[in-house]
């Protein structure tokens, strides 16, 4: 039995090569365009990264690296036993600069986002009424736009929301990238997978002392 | 004609060679549970709404009753079978062997392997206490996985003890509803989320250190003997160890000490469950075919306190790791005979012929 494992092509990538290379592991070339790659016993699916989780979930694939905003927006019922430590991003809360938002928020609201979940759920503990607008990207011009309020993103160093006249609000999770690994895979392959995850283990501490 | 021709997301139908494997499917495992000395109940479609499980609440499809009263449609058996067993069958002497096969509904986002109609295939052992219960029901899923033709498969076994009692000596108050987040976040056995969750409570360092070590890929989550040295100080721990150790030594010496594996970060949820809990994973499916567990406390809320334990299998589940591991074709019909006579009545006299001789036919009438 070998383990599939999906990636996918997006700033968590380099990382993962890194963590599977330190701790001894194969893995595929980076600018190979072949979607299913086997190398090394390993078979390798590259796939949109909000699809990760899924492909996971449903046990097409046994693993994967994805980042923890992924699984939170698409809830997928997957175990997330190991946090690779890198990867670092906040998901916030961000508005027009000079909008007054942060004082006072609208008790009813419009949020540009790509994660309509996270956002509904964050908004609803709040007791707010959030009309949520799903984009695919490029959230940060919305507001400008007229056509949200604020937003809901991901910041690694905050520039581009700066450029696009917003501050953040509020911060609503810090996230990073996990391995995500499917409940049947854990206990019908366990060998494989805990030889897997003690590598990965291995590679992230070597990375980090 | 209707201007909606599409069933509604989540309802489940299947028809031709996909209905006749699961009706298939369907009598060996009922056969297997008729085996063991269970009697069916056929509890019903419907009750009041506050029968159920708490934890179900939301997941009910609800309507309201003649006299104004809100009932529901079934989400599972277990509490339906025990309220029944409290009622109407109280003057009926424990222990109940009963099973059910039937489909339930419960409003569930579309998921992996998840619809809103499911067909469920269980029994509850009321007034069944103890390893030798728990070991009865182990063995009959078993059985039932083998009737099926199953070969590959791993019932994950836990303890609700386990983790209700590190909970408690981590010193949350039984109502506290951080106690849901540690229990939601070591199913997704996230170390991390445990740790953060247990931040500022004020118990027992050994309970919290366990729950993090739970949630690990390792250790103490997958070994008693790891198990007992973290946790044999705290003695309801340790008595929920015991248990396991009885179930998992008598299926060691009766040859199925590979069938099972210990996950102690297993609760499965349900508040309802009180002692051993277990998910059964076949190789080829991405999800749970079937659980079950003990709860020894819902009877006596109904008044009439008894030990149970009960668990189901998942038919449409099971149809799906069946086609998996042994490939499709299962439910082929047998091939027809076309019939035709001279006269309908020479027809008919042959097809009844050949029925008598249980023969599948084709009825053509005059040739």
């Known amino acids: 039995m070998s383990l599939t494992i999906a990636l996918s092509k997006g700033r968590l990538l380099t990382g993962a090569e890194a963590l599977f290379s330190k701790g001894g592991l194969p893995f595929p070339p980076l600018d190979t365009r072949q979607l299913i790659v086997e190398v090394g016993g390993l078979r390798f699916l590259f796939v949109k990264d909000m699809d990760v989780p899924v492909y996971v979930e449903h046990g097409v694939a046994d693993l994967g690296v994805c980042g923890s905003d992924v699984f939170q927006e698409t809830g997928s019922d997957v175990l997330v036993p190991l946090d690779l430590g890198y990867g670092r991003c906040r998901m916030v809360l961000a508005a027009p600069t000079s909008s007054g938002f942060a004082e006072s928020w609208p008790t009813t609201l419009r949020v540009a986002t790509k994660y309509a979940n996270v956002a509904r759920v964050y908004f609803e503990a709040r007791g707010l009424a959030a009309e949520i607008v799903k984009l695919q990207g490029s959230v940060e011009i919305a507001p400008g736009l007229g056509l949200a309020d604020c937003i809901v993103d991901m910041v690694e160093t905050g520039r581009t929301l700066r450029e696009n006249g917003l501050e953040v609000v509020d911060e609503i999770t810090t996230t990073s990238a996990r391995l995500v690994v499917n409940r049947a895979s854990d206990h019908i392959k366990r060998a494989e997978v805990a030889a897997l995850l003690f590598k990965l283990r291995h590679g992230k501490d070597g990375a980090s002392s | ?367």
Request: include cysteine; aromatic fraction near 6%; charged fraction near 25%.
């Open chain 2, 1 to 367: 004609m209707p201007t909606r021709l599409q069933l509604p997301q989540g309802a489940s139908c299947f028809s031709f060679d996909e209905a006749r494997a699961r009706r298939a499917l369907e009598a060996q495992v009922v056969s297997t549970f008729e085996g063991w000395g269970y009697d069916e109940i056929v509890p019903p479609l419907f009750d009041d709404a506050a029968t159920f499980d708490p934890s179900l609440a939301s997941k009910l499809y609800t309507f309201t009753g003649r006299e104004g009263t809100t009932l529901a449609l079934r989400p599972d058996f277990t509490s339906l079978v025990a309220k029944i067993a409290a009622g109407r069958l109280r003057h009926v002497e424990a222990p109940l062997r009963l099973y059910y096969s039937g489909e339930v509904v419960r409003y569930e986002p579309p998921r992996a392997g998840r619809q809103s109609e499911f067909h469920q295939m269980g029994l509850e052992f009321l007034g069944g206490g103890g390893p030798v219960a728990d070991i009865e029901v182990m063995a009959i899923a078993i059985e039932c996985l083998e009737a099926v033709g199953v070969t590959d498969f791993v019932i994950a076994l836990g303890h609700a003890g386990v983790v209700t009692s590190l909970l408690d000596e981590a010193g949350f108050p039984v109502e506290d509803s951080r106690r849901k987040v540690v229990v939601k976040s070591l199913s997704r056995r996230d170390p991390r989320a445990v740790a953060d969750a247990l931040a500022g409570v004020g118990g027992s360092e050994l309970a919290r250190l366990a729950l993090v070590g739970l949630a690990e890929d390792d250790g103490i989550r997958l070994s008693l003997d790891q198990a007992r040295t973290a946790l044999g100080g705290i003695e309801r721990a340790r008595a929920a160890l015991d248990d396991l150790e009885a179930v998992t030594n008598a299926l060691e010496d009766a040859g199925l000490g590979g069938r099972v594996a210990l996950d102690l970060s297993e609760s499965r949820g349900l508040d309802y469950y009180t002692g051993l809990v277990f998910r059964i994973y076949g190789a080829g499916l991405g999800f749970d075919v079937g659980g079950g567990g003990r709860y020894d406390s819902l009877l006596g809320r109904l008044g009439r306190p008894m030990p149970a334990i009960g668990f189901m299998l998942g038919l449409d589940r099971l149809a799906l790791l069946v086609e998996r591991q042994l490939g499709g074709g299962s439910g082929e019909a047998a091939p027809a005979t076309p019939v035709a006579g001279e006269t309908l009545g020479r027809s008919l006299q042959r097809a009844r012929d050949l029925r008598s001789s249980g023969r599948r036919i084709r009825f053509g009438g005059v040739a």
